[in-house]
């Protein structure tokens, strides 16, 4: 399949953490997947492909997802008045135990995978739940959308609940090798990720398996990282070898040692955790609307960024009420505002270049050259309608913060992904 196009529209897009690049009718080629840059009139060597006209709507690099729990989309804004671990046991485990069901997996999945289709999202690293069947069905729905997506199949082997638990690591480790085993080179944009669920879930039996399994399948990581104050004094009582709770996972290779691993949350690392995420080059997936609605507190992402350390930002869908990174991008704004307001004046608010910056080149990084419009990135695009919301007085970069702040799924107009039309 070859994707060569143009398409014609007003561009917004991210230099750096700090610049926009904006401009007004612009055209935007893509060549076999990829940018190819940005132009004022059509070059003559692409002058014979076909041209899309989206003047005077917006043109957006895809947003990227760095945290989501598919099986939990199904009780969004649900247990909002109760902290991490309580939240876990009254909601989450209970209702991740329906996915040993496929066609209840099927049915909420579907649901799933269609409104992540519609949103602003274009690639995602997804946890699934502990069962295989359902994680593959959720992958076949995922790489029929079009979308790209690194899916994972939980290990659970310890303190969950009787319905949703691993007997052991053993059973865990054998589970994953089979899922590992039945996808292997069935898909194109849809890949595994080893995903222990966080370290009170999983004995160090499992950890180390898992290790084991990210050097011999050569596989990326994603897990839990100091989210909440009782999770972290959990985690010391389960290992108080761990100098800090991400060295519960660096310990069995599972923390950007051998491949690149995502982290949700890091609200409260202290500075030797944060000394090894950076050591590491671990993502840290920012998830503001998760924190806020689980009182989990508020990361300190001003001091993270200029740590220099690999960001982007996670729905955490079901703590997370939102689907939409749009919404995440203005939530991060949000609570880094209280954050300088309330804890640390020396931490200035994230602007709203950084918030974009976050959801497209910050999070893009982690799926290689992807989350900018410019020259040689991944070909993932948005095409937003603004009309509801734009005046003729406003630049583009004021059109770019009412979508932040206002946009809802139905202003997405077109999306592509690496290159291929989502819709
Ligand atoms: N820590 C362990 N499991 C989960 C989960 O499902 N959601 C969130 N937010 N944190 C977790
Ligand atoms: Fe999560």
Redesign the pocket.
Known sequence: MTYNFIIKGDICYSKNKDELITGKDKYLVCEDGYSRGVYDKIPESYKDFKLYDYSGKLILPGLIDLHV?AP?YTFRGMGMDLE?LDW?NTY?FPEESKYKDLSYASRAYERFVEDLKYSSTTRACVFASLHVDSTILLMNLLEKSGLISYVGKVNMDRNAIEDLEEDDAKESLSATRAWLDSIKDTYKRTFPIITP??TPSCSDELMEGLGGMVEEYCLPVQS?LS?NPGEIEWVKELCPWAKCYGDSYDRYKLFGSLTKTIMAHCVWSDEREQRLLKDRGVFIAHCPN?NLNLASGIAPIRKYLDQGQNIGLGS?IA?GSHLSIFRQVSDAIQVSKMYWRYIDQRCKPLSIEEGFYLATLGGGKFFGKVGSLDKGYEFDALVIDDADYKNENLSIEERLERTIYMSEPRHVRHKWVSGKEIF
């Open positions: 729990h939990q991490l876990l989450t669920r966080f839990h989210e998760s955490d703590a």
